[in-house]
């Protein structure tokens, strides 16, 4: 069995040809994302898809200078809404699940006990922090998404996690300036950018962990298969 040659041939690509990317190939790639796994449907993500270079000099700023994201023809920045994560939003967003998977209505009372009434399917019961990890585990599924079908239609991505934001309190003032350009609203946060474009380099594949130190049956050490 072969992986998908998307998943085999991916590589982070960094350099990118003075190249407009089509309309139509960023909505597959958003439309890949927007189709990702979201565990209990909570689907906290945004995409603001960036091609102004003043915009992309202050993503430059706020990612400690990475000249990749003002040189890409286009980045994508990937924030959680989260008040997704809200008890409120997440039974809304259960209710909804539960009723296009089986046709008919929900019982709340049902998916109060199963659901909103444990804190370990209720991320807001058990803190900001398990908010954040949550949100941003979620964001990673849809970036994944996106940055494969990005390969599969002949764009290059690179993604970047180091960034000025709420979460790492880094540039402060850069990143208040970011917001009022972008309009966005305090439950918005951003996390992740993502760099597309044509590519204009084909790098080596960077090494990865030895297949037989990380995959385990059963119990950690036995190794698979």
């Not at 992986?3 to 089509?22: F, N």
């Not at 565990?39 to 990475?66: C, D, M, R």
Request: glycine share 4%.
């Amino acid at each position: 069995m072969e992986l998908l040659k998307e998943i085999a041939d991916w590589k982070s690509i960094r350099k990118y040809l003075d190249k407009p990317v089509e309309d139509e190939k960023i909505t597959q790639c958003l439309q890949a994302a927007r189709r990702a796994p979201s565990w209990e449907n909570y689907q906290p993500w945004h995409f603001i898809v960036i091609a102004n270079p003043e915009i992309k000099s202050l993503l430059t700023e706020l990612s400690g200078g990475q000249k990749l994201i003002q040189k890409a023809p286009v980045v994508i920045l990937v924030a959680s809404e989260i008040s997704c994560f809200s008890e409120d939003n997440a039974r809304k967003q259960i209710l909804e699940l539960i009723e296009a998977i089986s046709g008919k209505p929900a019982n709340e009372d049902f998916v109060n006990k199963a659901f909103i009434d444990r804190p370990l399917m209720t991320p807001s019961k058990l803190g900001d922090e398990i908010v954040f990890a949550r949100a941003l585990e979620q964001l990673s599924y849809a970036i994944s998404f996106m940055i494969l079908q990005a390969s599969h239609v002949g764009l290059g991505t690179c993604v970047v996690g180091a960034f000025g934001n709420k979460a790492t309190k880094q540039m402060p003032e850069m990143y208040d300036k970011l917001i009022g350009e972008l309009n966005l609203p305090d439950d918005i946060l951003p996390l992740v950018l993502v760099t597309m474009g044509y590519p204009d380099e084909n790098p080596k594949s960077r090494p990865r962990k030895d297949f037989n130190k990380i995959c385990h049956r059963e119990k950690f050490s036995n190794p698979w298969p």
